[in-house]
């Protein structure tokens, strides 16, 4: 494996911060996707594999592994296997899933980013939640290697925000202001453009979803930083008061109060490609 640089390690610390704010704060849905897992799933004994690709600290992998042991019965063994190169997202999931716990789960861990990642293993469900948006310029390569993954009867499930979603706008605002950051990441519509080019047939469920942004609000608030860093893909600090200012506009131009609670939209969409 290739070891994390001083600066990886550094962006790993900032990006784990900003994204449990973020967590705690995400009207999310992850139900579309595990319902099509389960629509999906033809699971052939002794074995159910599933491949987590860009894990986080696992939210989501904890409910995966609960609506995947009510849906199968007790002669499949659950084989669990979770890529995150994020040391302390590391940290978090295995203080979540780890054998202790799951003593029922063959668990396994590894900390390489997925481009470095190999196994002749198969599985029969691969899946990108939210994390395909860190790999630009390896898409088409990815689903192409995570086809190759697959059990006979798996599929390939990605879960990325669509073009409406405010954060493409507070990203792209942020490197407009600034001349940093990203100009550019990856939306649904795009990756939908790159599964065609490749010739696959797809699913695509769309669905909304919201992010309270109250904290960003706050004065003085080291979790409103946080979540601010969260929308710039970036350290805010760099912004003066006046492109803060800015930033703080287009979010609250995009606000729906509801129960108090300032909510922008983060529409996403989730898409299997089955083998
Ligand atoms: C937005 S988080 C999503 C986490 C989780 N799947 C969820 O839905 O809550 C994106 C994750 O992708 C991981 N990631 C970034 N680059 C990666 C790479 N090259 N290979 C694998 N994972 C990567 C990040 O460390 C982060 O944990």
Same mark, same amino acid.
Request: with cysteine; aromatic share 10%.
């Given at each position: 494996?290739?070891?994390?640089?001083? $600066?990886?390690?550094?962006?790993?610390?900032?990006?784990?911060?900003?994204?449990?704010?973020?967590?705690?704060?995400?009207?999310?849905? /992850?139900?579309?996707?595990?319902?099509?897992?389960?629509?999906?799933?033809?699971?052939?004994?002794?074995?159910?594999?599933?491949?987590?690709?860009?894990?986080?600290?696992?939210?989501?992998?904890?409910?995966?592994?609960?609506?995947?042991?009510?849906?199968?019965?007790?002669?499949?063994?659950?084989?669990?296997?979770?890529?995150?190169?994020?040391?302390?997202?590391?940290? /978090?999931?295995?203080?979540?899933?780890?054998?202790?716990?799951?003593?029922?789960?063959?668990?396994?861990?590894?900390?390489?980013?997925?481009?470095?990642?190999?196994?002749?293993?198969?599985?029969? $469900?691969?899946?990108?939640?939210?994390?395909? %948006?860190?790999?630009?310029?390896?898409?088409?390569?990815?689903?192409?290697?995570?086809?190759?993954?697959?059990?006979?009867?798996?599929?390939?499930?990605?879960?990325?925000?669509? /073009?409406?979603?405010? $954060?493409?706008?507070?990203?792209?605002?942020?490197?407009?202001?600034?001349?940093?950051?990203?100009?550019?990441?990856?939306?649904?519509?795009?990756?939908?453009?790159?599964?065609?080019?490749?010739?696959?047939?797809?699913?695509?469920?769309? %669905?909304?979803?919201?992010?309270?942004?109250?904290?960003?609000?706050?004065?003085?608030?080291?979790?409103?930083?946080?979540?601010?860093?969260?929308?710039?893909?970036?350290?805010?600090?760099?912004?003066?008061?006046?492109? /803060?200012?800015?930033?703080?506009?287009?979010?609250?131009?995009?606000?729906?109060?509801?129960?108090?609670?300032?909510?922008?939209?983060?529409?996403?969409?989730?898409?299997?490609?089955?083998?």
């Amino acid at each position: 494996m290739v070891s994390p640089t001083e $600066i990886e390690i550094k962006l790993y610390e900032v990006y784990d911060a900003s994204y449990q704010v973020f967590l705690k704060n995400w009207q999310v849905n /992850r139900q579309v996707a595990l319902d099509l897992m389960q629509k999906h799933l033809k699971p052939q004994p002794p074995q159910v594999a599933v491949l987590s690709v860009g894990a986080g600290p696992g939210d989501f992998d904890v409910q995966v592994i609960s609506t995947l042991k009510q849906e199968i019965s007790k002669e499949f063994k659950l084989r669990y296997v979770a890529v995150e190169p994020n040391h302390l997202h590391r940290q /978090r999931y295995e203080q979540k899933i780890n054998p202790s716990k799951y003593a029922d789960i063959d668990l396994k861990v590894h900390p390489e980013k997925i481009e470095e990642f190999w196994t002749d293993e198969k599985f029969d $469900i691969i899946h990108y939640t939210h994390s395909m %948006y860190h790999m630009p310029g390896h898409e088409q390569q990815l689903v192409q290697k995570a086809m190759e993954m697959l059990k006979e009867n798996g599929f390939l499930i990605l879960t990325l925000d669509t /073009r409406d979603a405010i $954060i493409f706008d507070t990203i792209f605002k942020y490197a407009a202001l600034t001349g940093e950051g990203f100009t550019d990441m990856l939306q649904m519509e795009k990756m939908q453009t790159m599964v065609d080019e490749l010739g696959l047939s797809y699913e695509v469920v769309k %669905y909304p979803e919201y992010m309270d942004v109250t904290l960003c609000f706050e004065e003085n608030s080291s979790a409103g930083k946080a979540l601010m860093d969260f929308f710039c893909q970036a350290d805010s600090s760099q912004l003066s008061d006046e492109q /803060r200012q800015e930033m703080l506009h287009l979010l609250a131009s995009n606000i729906n109060e509801k129960d108090g609670r300032k909510l922008v939209p983060l529409p996403a969409a989730t898409m299997v490609i089955c083998k």
